[in-house]
């Protein structure tokens, strides 16, 4: 199968429902596992990385679950590609750094896909919509086991499965959920939130992992440590913390609402402004009042038939996909802002302006004035 | 004689230096001797020029070499890409990971899943382990009685693993003989064999 064809669906992480969907974009839990006896991919030769990626590959290709499936070496997919499949979350950065000897595979709904020699010689993931790292989980473990017919994969007695890294050693699970987090970010209570997620061995990262910038007010929240415990312990813990996060961001815009109404109107109403009327964004900006555009869904301001184009847009907007429709050579950065402009203005005039009426505040307005002019000098 | 560094100019500089008890050599010529400093012999140091800079250190801490047996990947490596070569360089630097492991996650022992090929072997070797701990246990205190019947036990078990793993290997080489010959038989027969699906029940 083309990948052209894959890539002109969204993924179902994305289209999809899922528990909790508003706040928890989606889930996702990936494996690392390396071959018994073989040199990780760092570290091998070219002939033997390419040896582990021709068995590796067929027992992927032949799994049930991978039937309808797509499956490339890296080295014949493009740069454009490759940012493509970064964008959606189905191969990290790093892999798509990665030449000869390597490999990516997924299936046609994008909910598992696996790299072949990026730092393991196997990386598996499963990616859901909304919050369902269980059923997440369950999903990859099983490909896991049937996985383990065709490889003998390497495990040490005491560690586990055991990974080039040692912060990946034991269980080779990462567990992770994407949030949406506005409410915690304008009441400045996100960064008290991850310094106490930090604490207690769970990470809180930017978009794309490791080392990135919370762009759009998202934020990733994982495990850290993959030994000592079972996975279902770690996956239970996780749980919990997320949906502690999910309540204080609940919280967060309720107070919001309540307390400041005029700045949280004034802040969708400019995004909304702007997004519309732009003629020039980049896609930092546009993530960044898209945010805010979502919450308005989540609020009522807008239709919530309108929920789809706007998490849509979150994806549509990164610089790959908005040329991957294209057939000329790489846009630069202020042609692709234009076009990234043009885009939101098409998709956001299907949309009403914001309900005022809609939103549902306790306090009157004249009570938060003097909350609203503190901020007014926000970006 | 050529330079040892620029390998094209002959070599009129001879060093000879003894480190830890070995000696090594180098030759170099005019201008290389002059670019490493080899004129002022406090700022210099053979193995950093030979192994590169640095080296010299690394080699001091470890005379051996401390490198894994298996693929060859050094501890040098290790400071350096914060990865490892292959699984057996766990056992090889097991030293010096276990503190960094205790450190990094919430325990020093897998408790998670395990291959289904491992697992029955996996609890038989626990079995065992604390057979042979109640063994010990049982001599010390002179309970000889249950100690044989202990005793015992552990030979079934052993006993057991070794027939398992005949087995184990005697199946390997079946499946592997019987895909040689089936392998051309098979791929005619999938197409017309259509497995007929489980029917739900009413």
Known sequence: MKLSRIIANTGEWLSGAGPHDQIVVSSRVRLARNLKGKPFPGWAKKVERVAVLEEVRAAVEQLPEMEESFSEKLEDLSALEKQVLVERHLISREHAAKGAGSAVVMNTSQTLSFMINEEDHLRMQAIRAGLQLDEVYAMINQTDSELEDALDFAFHNDLGYLTACPTNVGTGMRASAMMHLPGLVMSEQVNKIINSVNKIGLAVRGLHGEGTEAMGNLFQVSNQTTLGETEEEIIGRLNKVIFQILEHEQNARQILLQQRAETLLDQIGRAYGILCHAHSITSKEALNLLSFIKMGVDLGLFPSNNRLHVDELFIETQPAHLQKGLQVAKLGAEERDSLRAALIRTKLKQMPEPEIGKIPTNGSPTTSTSSTSETSEES | ?202
């Open chain 2, 1 to 202: 004689m050529f330079c040892d560094v620029c390998k094209s100019k002959e070599a009129t500089v001879f060093l000879t230096q003894i480190v830890d008890g070995k000696m090594q050599k180098v030759n170099l010529c005019e201008s290389c001797s002059k670019e490493k400093g080899v004129n002022d012999p406090t700022g210099f140091a053979l193995a950093d020029l030979l192994l590169g800079l640095g080296a010299a250190q690394e080699i001091d801490k470890n005379p051996a070499g401390n490198r894994c047996p298996v693929c060859g990947f050094s501890q040098a490596d290790f400071k350096k890409t914060g990865r490892l070569g292959c699984s057996a360089c766990y056992d090889a630097f097991a030293e010096g990971l276990s503190g960094m492991l205790k450190n990094m996650h919430r325990g020093s022992v897998h408790t998670g899943k395990v291959p289904a090929k491992l697992r029955a072997g996996r609890l038989r070797s626990k079995e065992l382990v604390e057979l042979q701990a109640s063994l010990q246990k049982a001599v010390e205190e002179e309970h000889f009685e249950e100690a044989a019947s202990i005793r015992d036990k552990i030979r079934t078990l052993e006993e057991e693993v070794r027939a398992e793993e005949a087995e184990l290997i005697a199946i390997k080489e079946r499946t592997s003989e019987v895909n040689r010959i089936a392998a051309p038989v098979a791929s005619e027969a999938s197409q017309d064999l259509s497995v007929p699906k489980p029917r739900k029940q009413p």
